[in-house]
C-alpha cells in the first residue's frame, strides 16, 4: 500500500505540469451541482458528519480530479478514500484550499468513456470535508450517478466505526458489505456512544438519539458547529433497503440494566419505523469481548432474542436476530483494545455475507452504474 500510494505520488507529479497547462480551460462544478451524487450526512456549509460520507460522481472524459474545500474542514487534513471505476480505495489526506487527487498511472480512459468516482472520509473522527468545488480536466462533464437499488442502512459504534484500522471505515466490515453486495452503503456509526441516549466516552448523547442528528456527535468538540440539526430523511434517495445494527457494547459498559437496554432498543426500532416502516432490520447480537483463553466476554445475553421476540409479538416479523456467536476470536482482535483487525474485519464480512445469502439476499451481479 505505501509502495503505490507513493508512485501515485510520483505520478501525480510527473503529471503536474500537463495539468498546469490544462488548469485555464479546466472544468468547475460547483457544490451545488445536482449531478453530484452525495452520500451519507452533509450539513449546510456542505460538510460531511460520520465517517464514510462523501460523494459520487460519474464523469464523462474522466482524466484528472482536484477538490476545493472551505474552512469547514477538519485541520490540518482529513483523510479521505478515492475510488475509481469501483477499484480499490486509496487513501488521500486533503485540506482546506485547493487539492488535486493523484490519478493512478495505469488510468486510461477512452473517449466518451465514462468512470465512476467516489470520495468518502474514512475517519470516525477528523472527518469533516467542506466541499466547496469540484475542479475536473478540460472537456470532462457530469452525467448521472446510477446509484444500486440494494442500500444499506448501518448503525453502531465503534466495532462498525472501523476504528484503530488505518483506512477507517473503508476497511470496516459494513464498508466490505456495501462493496461485496454492489450496494449503496450509509454507516452511521459512533465509537464510545452508547444507544441509550447517556454521555459515554466524550460522546455528549446515545446512538438513539444522535443516528436522527446531521452532525455525529463529534460536534461538540468543535467551536464552528457546536450544534446539531436534524437529518432530513428525504435527503438519504435512494431510501435504505435493509438495515444492519450493532450495538449496546457500550450500554453494557456504562452499566446500564438489561431492562432498559431492551427497553432503549424497543423504542429506537420503534423511531426507525417511522422512516423505514417495511424493511428488514438486523439485528446483531454481540460477538462479545475476546479473551486469550477461553470464550469471549459476552453482554446482554439473551437480551437481543428477547428484543427482537417483542418485536415478532407486537407484530413485526421483518426484524431478524443475526446471531454472531462466534464470528470473532482473539486472533481477529488487537491484543490492547479487543477491536477487530483488518484481516478481523473482513473475518465478520464474509460471515455476514454467507448469513444474508442463506436468509435470500444475494449481490448484485454488477454495479449499476455502468464502469
Ligand atoms: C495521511 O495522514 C496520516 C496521518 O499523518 C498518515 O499516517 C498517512 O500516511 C497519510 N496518508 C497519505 C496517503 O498521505
Ligand atoms: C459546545 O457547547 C457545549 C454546551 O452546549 C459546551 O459544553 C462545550 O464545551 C462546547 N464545545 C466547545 C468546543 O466549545
Ligand atoms: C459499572 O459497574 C461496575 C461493577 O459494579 C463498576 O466497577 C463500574 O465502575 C461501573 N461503571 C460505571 C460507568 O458506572
Ligand atoms: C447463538 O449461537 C450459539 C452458538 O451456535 C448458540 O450457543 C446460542 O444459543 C445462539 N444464540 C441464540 C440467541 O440463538
Redesign the pocket.
Known sequence: M?VL?TLHYLAAISFLSTANAMIQNSVTIRNTDPLIYFTGRWDSSPGTWWASSGFKLNVKNFQSLALNLGPHTTTP?T?VGVSLDYGEF????ISEGSNSIPIPDNFKTEEGATTVVRVNVEGWQNNRMNLESIILNQGASLVPYIPSELVFQFIGDSLSAGQYL?EGVNQAWPFLIGETFKAEHRINAQPGAALSDIVSYGNEHGVSCQFFRTEDTGYFYTTDHNFTTPWDFARDQPGATHLVIHIGANDASQNVTDAHFVQVYTDFIARLRTVYRVQPIFVFTPWGWPNPVGPPSQYYQGQYQKLVDLQHESGDENVFLVNTTGWVTYADVFPDNLHPTVPGHEHIASEFQAWLENWGLKPESRWAAPA
Open positions: 505505501l500510494n487534513f483523510s486509496i487513501t488521500v489526506n488505518p
